[in-house]
Every structure is written in structure tokens, then in C-alpha cells.
């Protein structure tokens, strides 16, 4: 059974536009989206601010009612069923945000520990594994607002565990992180899906994603334009990029690269010494010996062929369609 | 339930820590009583003792207390907002309205507190005597009065987070309710056709309760029927606030239009 | 002088261009007229059949010194936050001059607060002017006003360097009326308070305003108006040296977070 149902979901949002006359418009932040997620699993949903990533996160988590369609998470209704559900979820929303900053970090555990009702007994020890796992036991009983960013970021991560949920939602959590505390806040994500836990996140960071998830969407203006595994979307991609680093760049040069076959699309970019060419293409070795000669009077410095990335998988599917 | 009775004192206790590090509420919790006290005491200077206890330290104590109440309850579910913590709050277990209940309380004990210092004013300082004519009667009176101001905190917390108008006006509430209770004077000092509104507020009762354990009660009728009338109207406060949370649990996750998320 | 104008002008836009219409009604004339309303009807009660006509102005006057107290208060303080201080500071113009143009529109936006607590008085409170000598009471609004405005100064510069500025505005607030005798004789004050309530500008004022609307002796009235006004100006000119002095302490030794 799937721990995460999304089935037809949609999210319409009111506004009232103007001031003298009044016109309600209606944003659908969710037109339609479905997907399941599996117990255990890492699942990342990607896709271009206001893409309704947030909306989706909100709606499982309890704090917003769908508009139509069905969520259920752990087989509880987000909305209706909300009581049995929240003891077994929790969430983390990237950012310095939700801590009380006038109190010590032990202070905010332990508060969040009364209101997900866990019990006395376990209370402590659980507060105490969990500074330990985030590396603040030293810092416990400082205020937060001594904190640094990536500190009060990796107490929210505690906080998020208080009630060791079964299902942990997390949005942008690694957000203005610098790269060591990106790293340490991903080992932390990858031990807790080792232990079973099912999590959902979003993210803006196309490797975080590809090391992380087992599985990504990518949705787009509130619809679902892609899922599946990291590396089947490249696959599917069916597609190579070749990288030419050149010094001379003729009016005709990226004219006479497209009518080659199986090149997709080209792109070039200046820079200060030269100009670098991106090419993407299928079958990329029979392509390479072709390109070398029709720019055999460009001066070539490098050619570089790679495997697709997620991130060219992104952006060949949002494409430069990011107007939301 | 046992659950509910640990969120409830846990969130006292974080909202005590989290007020008094915030320097306006010190000021509204211990300054403000003093300051006031001090300046009543010389406008009522010529005065009894019995009109210094029953004006000069229980209007301070009530504005004192008012103050507490509709400043933090103005205030607590826009600054869990700020910080990002209501939605936190908001989709634990334990629902919103309780760890409200636990919010309240916690500047309630805090406005006992400075009714505690404008006694100590009115006594120690200027050497006011403070004689209860029944001790018992009065005790009561007070503990009434302050549940009655848990649940109208809790109404107008409910009520402003369902409201943005609202909030505006809760800056400038103050001043009626001094005046619509009666805290420095008796209400029979204003006009008839205002009098009835002072019957919805529950710091009239209050007073008017205070006032006659003080100085000896003549009439039980007039006592009890102010009873029954503090009960009636903390009954409403709580009406308004059960009712007004529910339309803040369900309005804000259909409509995501009220702010509260 | 217009640049004078115009300076206080734009000090004033800014204070009050924050605020939308209803927040202006609200914070400007509803909350100053129930403030008046409770006060008076406390000394109505507490005097019973005396007149309470001084007690209604003193009441009106003070007014005033919320709005004193917070205006130029908040008007440094939020040139600090903004970074504008800097600016002004690092500027070639005259300083004292600047700083006289900033808070001198605020006394026209006191005064207008006090006549809405007049007009509280009037209507509901039997207040009669009535042959009373109009352009020597307003003048009397005037001189008070440029007394609120000293404070303000005052405590405004120290509130640069405090870092709980509304606590301590708001305990300075409730002291100056306190001291201000506006709901009861001063006389009843213990001797090291009436002191200084000598001290404070604004009072004199209030006491000259009380002669005229009784009509008693103008020229004694007059005295005090000059002594209140030179008193005002003198607040002002400390308000100014205690800003110039945080703003060379913040400069030279860094410590002190004026900026």
C-alpha cells in the first residue's frame, strides 16, 4: 500500500482584484496532479516557483483543505481525517522560520515534544538523540537567536522528529545552506529514509535531487509533467550533450550544426577567451566526428560529451517556460 | 485529555519565558501598574481608604490586567505568524485551540502579577489599609473575574485572526473599556443610553463584585444577580470562542483566505 | 525659511505616510478623543460639583505630549533604522537647522490633537470659551507645544541608544503626565517630584491657559508662557546636543549602535 495517495488533486485559490470594483479572479494552483509515493521512499517534487510544489506540501501536511480530489497520507484524509494523521507526520519547511527564537533549543524540542504527546518517559532521551544527531548537544540550552542559519536550519530538522513520524515532509530544506551544511542536513535526510521513514521533498537544487530521491515528479503550472526515477528520465531523455569550447565563432557555425542528424538543439555562449557551443544530440559518437569537422576551421580547444543531467532533463521539460 | 493538560501547561509556561523577553510586555506588566497607581493615587489623594483600595488599586489592577490580556491576544497569532511557528502550531496534534488556551493563561498569570504590584502600591507605598468586609465573597469574585478574562482573550484572539479590521481597532479598545467598566469611577457617572453596552463586559461585573466584598454588601440581590450576569457573559466569550476556532480550523484550510496559515 | 518649511514638511509626509486613512482617524482623533473622555470623567467624579475646567485643559494639553513623545521619538529612531540618519549626518547642511526644520511641523500636527481634545471638552463637558481671550490661549497651545516638542527631542535622542525604545517611550510618556499636573493639583506632589515637575516644560502652559480661560491676570499668564517657552527651547537645544553627542560617541568609539 502506498503511504503517500494523491489522486486528481486540485487547489484553487480566491483573490479579489482592484480596489473600487472588486473582481474575484481564481489562481488554480493545482489543476491536476496524481502520484503515489512508497513506504521508505525518498520522493522529490521539482518544478519552478509557484508551480504548486508548496500547495501540495500544505495540503498533506494538514494546513490546507483540496479544492477537489484526494489526498490521503498513512490512508488518513489530509483534510477530515487530520486528528489520527498529524501524530504520525511531521514537516520541515526550509529556512530560519518556525522556532521560537527567544528560548533555547531544548525549550523549543521539548515544547513540540508536549504538543505531539510524547510521553514523558521518552521525552528526554529523544531530545537528547536528536541534538546529537543535528550536532547541537552543546548548544542546547543557548538561545536560537544566537544561532547561525545552518544551526537553527539543522534544529529544525529536530524539530521535525520530535514525534519520530512516519512520514516527513520537507520543503526547500536546504535552502541558503552553505555546501558542508547542505551536505551534513542530505547525510541526515539519507539515514532517516534508511530507517524507514517515507519522505517527500522539494528542492530547487537539481543534484541534491538526483542524489537523494528515488523518485522525482516535475510539475509545472500546477500539473504533473513528469515522474519517474532519476535515471529513467535521463534515459528517456534519449539524449547526449556534446560541449565544444571554440575561439572562433562564424554567423554560420550553429546554422550548420542543427541540419546535422540527430542533433536536437544547439546553444552557444560568449565568454571572455572564446565561445562554448552546447549540443544536444542522440547518439553522440557518431556525432562527434562529424562536428569536429564542420568546425575544423574554428579553432577547436575541447570537445566534452556527457550523459544527460537532471537538470537538463528540467529544463528541456519546464523549457524556458518559467512565466509562473 | 492528560495530553491536552501538558500542552496546556507547557504552552503557559513557553508563552511566560516568551512574553517577558519582550520589553513592552514588562512595561505593560510591571511598569505601567506602578506608574498608573502613582498617578491615580495623587488625582484620589483626598480620599478614604476604601475609595483608594476600591478605585485606585482595582482600577489599576483591572486596566493592568485588560491590558495584558488584549495586548498579548492582539498580538499572539500575528507574532506566531512573524515567526513562522503557526503553521507549526497549527498542524500538531494537539489542537490550535488548546495551545491557545495554554497561551492565554500563561499572560493571564502574568496580569495577576501586576494586579499584585498596583495592591502593593496603593499598600506599601502609600500606606492605604486594605480591609476586606468579606474576604471569602471577594476571592470568589476575582477568581470568576479572572477565568472570565482567559475566555474573553480567548474570544478576541479568535476573533482578530479571523478579522484584519479588527486588529486595527484593538489598538484604540483600551480606552472604552476603561471608561464602559467603570475602573476609576462608578458607571452611574454615564449617560443612560450608554450604560447597557458596560452589561456585555465582564470587568464591570468584576469591579462592581470587588467593590461591594470591600466595603460590606447591602443588598445579596444586587451581589448575586451580578454573579449570575459575570457567569452569563463569560458563557459568551466562550460561545465566541469555541465558535470563532472552529471557523479558523476549517474557513482557513478551505479558503487559505484568513491569514491564519 | 522655505527650505526650513519644506524640510518639516517631508519629515512629516514620512511619519504619517505610513499610516492609510483609517489608521490616521483612528490613531490622530479617536483614541486622543476616548483618552480625553476618560480622563475627564474621572476628575468629574473625583471633583463632584467643583469645576473642573482646569483639569479638562490640563487634560487637553496633554495631549499632546503622547503624540510629542512618539512623533519625534519615532522620527529619529526610524531615521536610524533606515540608515537616513547617515545620510543626514554625513550631509553638508547645518544640523541644528535641520533637526529644528524635522520637529517643527510636529508641533502643528500637537496642536491640532489638543483642539480635538478642546472640542471633546465643549461638547460633551459644558467647556465655555466664551469671552475668553482666543489668540492669547492659542498662543498658549503654541508655547506648550514647543515645550512636548523639547521632551520629545530629549527623550528621543536618548532613545537612540536604548535599544527597548517603545518601553521606554511609553514609561516616559506616563511620567511627564504624571508630573504634568494635568488631573491634579502639583501641589500634592511629595517635594523632590513637584521639583521636578518645575523642570518640565509644558506645565507652565497648562497653569497659564487655566488663568486665561478663568480670566484672570494675562500678564501674569504671559510670564509664564515665556518662561515655558524659553524652558522649550532649552530642551531642544539639550535634545540637540545629546544626538550630536551619541552621534560623535557612535563615530569615534564604534560601541554605541547610533547608526
Redesign the interface.
Known amino acids: 500500500m502506498s503511504v503517500i495517495e494523491v489522486k486528481n488533486l486540485k487547489r484553487d485559490y480566491e483573490t479579489s482584484v482592484g480596489i473600487f470594483k472588486r473582481e474575484k479572479k481564481v489562481v488554480h494552483a493545482i489543476k491536476d496532479i496524481s502520484f503515489e509515493v512508497g513506504q521508505g521512499e525518498i520522493f522529490g517534487l521539482l518544478g519552478p516557483n509557484g508551480a504548486g510544489k508548496t500547495s501540495t506540501i500544505k495540503i498533506l501536511t494538514t494546513l490546507l483543505a483540496p479544492t477537489a480530489g484526494e489526498a490521503r497520507v498513512l490512508g488518513c484524509k489530509c483534510f477530515g481525517e487530520e486528528k489520527e494523521l498529524r501524530k504520525r507526520i511531521n514537516f520541515i519547511f526550509g529556512g530560519e522560520r518556525s522556532l521560537y527564537w527567544r528560548l533555547s533549543a531544548y525549550d523549543n524540542l521539548s515544547y513540540f515534544c508536549d504538543l505531539y504527546q510524547v510521553p514523558e518517559k521518552i521525552k528526554k532521551k529523544r531530545i537528547a538523540d536528536l541534538l546529537d544527531m543535528v550536532g547541537l548537544s552543546d548548544r542546547a540550552h543557548y538561545r536560537v537567536e544566537t544561532f547561525s542559519k545552518g544551526m537553527k536550519q539543522r534544529l529544525q530538522i529536530a524539530r521535525g522528529l520530535v514525534n519520530n513520524p512516519e512520514v516527513l515532509f520537507l520543503d526547500e530544506p536546504t535552502i541558503g545552506l552553505d555546501p558542508v551544511g547542505a551536505k551534513t542536513l542530505r547525510d541526515i535526510i539519507k539515514r532517516l529514509s534508511g530507517e524507514g521513514k517515507t519522505i517527500l521533498l522539494t528542492t530547487h537544487y537539481m543534484q541534491e535531487a538526483d542524489e537523494l530521491c528515488d523518485r522525482i515528479a516535475i510539475i509545472n503550472k500546477g500539473e504533473l509533467y513528469a515522474l519517474n526515477t532519476s535515471e529513467k528520465l535521463k534515459e528517456n531523455m534519449d539524449s547526449a550533450v556534446i560541449e565544444v569550447d571554440l575561439d572562433l565563432l562564424k554567423e554560420d557555425t550553429l546554422y550548420k550544426l542543427k541540419a546535422l542528424e540527430n542533433v536536437t538543439a544547439v546553444s552557444a555562449a560568449s565568454y571572455n577567451l572564446g565561445h562554448k557551443l552546447k549540443i544536444d544530440c542522440r547518439n553522440p559518437k557518431k556525432i562527434i566526428p562529424l562536428v569536429s569537422q564542420q568546425l575544423s576551421e574554428n579553432q577547436i580547444k575541447s570537445i566534452v560529451m556527457r550523459e544527460a543531467t537532471l537538470e537538463d532533463v528540467y529544463l528541456k521539460i519546464i523549457g524556458g517556460d518559467c512565466s509562473a | 485529555m492528560r495530553s491536552n493538560v501538558k500542552a496546556i501547561i507547557s504552552s503557559c509556561k513557553l508563552q511566560m519565558k516568551q512574553s517577558f523577553s519582550r520589553s513592552m510586555f514588562k512595561f505593560v506588566v510591571i511598569l505601567s501598574p506602578i506608574i498608573s497607581a502613582i498617578t491615580f493615587y495623587f488625582i484620589y489623594s483626598d480620599k478614604t481608604d476604601e475609595t483608594l483600595i476600591s478605585y485606585v488599586f482595582l482600577g489599576t489592577a483591572i486596566t493592568s490586567m485588560w491590558s495584558s490580556i488584549s495586548f498579548s491576544s492582539a498580538g499572539d497569532i500575528d507574532r506566531e505568524r512573524f515567526m513562522g511557528a503557526l503553521e507549526v502550531i497549527f498542524s500538531a496534534p494537539i489542537q490550535f485551540k488548546i495551545i491557545m488556551l495554554g497561551k492565554v493563561m500563561g499572560n493571564t498569570i502574568l496580569g495577576i502579577a501586576s494586579m499584585l504590584i498596583s495592591l502593593l502600591v496603593v499598600v506599601v507605598l502609600f500606606g492605604a489599609k486594605f480591609t476586606l468586609a468579606h474576604p471569602v465573597l471577594f476571592s470568589i469574585s476575582m477568581l470568576l473575574g479572572i477565568i472570565s478574562f482567559v475566555f474573553i482573550a480567548l474570544m478576541l484572539s479568535g476573533l482578530l485572526a479571523i478579522s484584519r479590521n479588527t486588529r486595527i481597532l484593538m489598538n484604540c479598545i483600551d480606552y472604552p473599556v476603561f471608561i464602559l467598566c467603570g475602573a476609576y469611577f462608578p458607571i452611574d457617572v454615564l449617560p443612560d443610553y450608554i450604560r447597557p453596552l458596560a452589561y456585555v463586559l465582564s470587568p464591570t461585573y468584576i469591579l462592581k463584585l470587588a467593590r461591594m466584598s470591600i466595603s460590606g454588601i447591602t443588598d445579596y440581590s444586587t451581589f448575586y444577580s451580578c454573579i449570575l450576569g459575570l457567569l452569563a457573559v463569560t458563557l459568551v466569550y466562550l460561545t465566541g470562542y469555541l465558535w470563532f476556532y472552529r471557523v479558523i480550523d476549517v474557513k482557513a484550510r478551505k479558503e487559505a483566505t484568513l491569514e491564519v496559515i | 525659511m522655505r527650505r526650513f518649511f519644506r524640510m518639516s514638511q517631508i519629515s512629516f509626509k514620512a511619519l504619517v505616510g505610513v499610516m492609510d486613512p ?2 490616521y482617524v ?2 490622530k482623533i ?2 486622543p478623543a ?2 480625553m ?2 480622563y475627564t ?6 471633583y463632584k460639583s467643583q469645576d473642573i475646567t482646569p483639569w479638562i485643559l490640563g487634560n487637553a494639553f496633554m495631549l499632546c505630549a503622547n503624540n510629542a513623545v512618539f512623533a519625534v521619538g519615532r522620527m529619529l529612531r526610524s531615521d536610524r533604522d533606515q540608515g537616513t540618519l547617515q545620510l543626514i549626518v554625513a550631509s553638508p547642511i547645518n544640523k541644528l537647522y535641520a533637526y529644528l526644520a524635522r520637529a517643527s511641523f510636529n508641533i502643528f500636527d500637537a496642536s491640532f490633537t489638543v483642539i480635538i481634545g478642546l472640542i471633546v471638552g465643549i461638547v460633551f463637558f459644558d467647556l465655555d470659551f466664551t469671552g475668553t481671550n482666543l489668540p492669547l490661549f492659542a498662543l498658549s497651545i503654541i508655547t506648550a507645544m514647543v515645550g512636548g516638542i523639547g521632551i520629545g527631542m530629549v527623550i528621543g535622542s536618548i532613545a537612540l541608544v536604548i535599544s ?1 525604545i ?2 521606554f517611550l ?2 516616559a510618556n ?2 511627564i ?2 508630573l504634568s499636573g494635568a ?2 493639583s502639583r501641589e ?2 511629595p517635594a523632590y517630584l513637584h521639583l521636578l515637575s518645575e523642570l518640565i516644560p509644558i506645565t507652565r502652559s497648562i497653569e497659564a491657559s487655566r488663568i486665561i480661560a478663568a480670566k484672570g491676570d494675562l500678564s501674569s499668564a504671559l510670564q509664564l508662557m515665556g518662561t515655558d517657552f524659553a524652558i522649550g527651547m532649552v530642551y531642544m537645544l539639550i535634545g540637540f546636543a545629546l544626538y550630536g553627542y551619541f552621534e560623535y560617541k557612535a563615530r569615534v568609539d564604534a560601541t554605541l549602535e547610533a547608526y
Not at chain 3, 470623567?41 to 473625583?46: E, K, M, P
Open positions: 483609517k489608521m483612528l490613531y479617536i483614541n476616548l483618552q473622555v476618560f470623567l474621572v476628575v468629574r467624579f473625583v527597548e517603545h518601553l511609553n514609561v506616563m511620567v503626565y504624571l488631573s491634579f500634592k506632589l
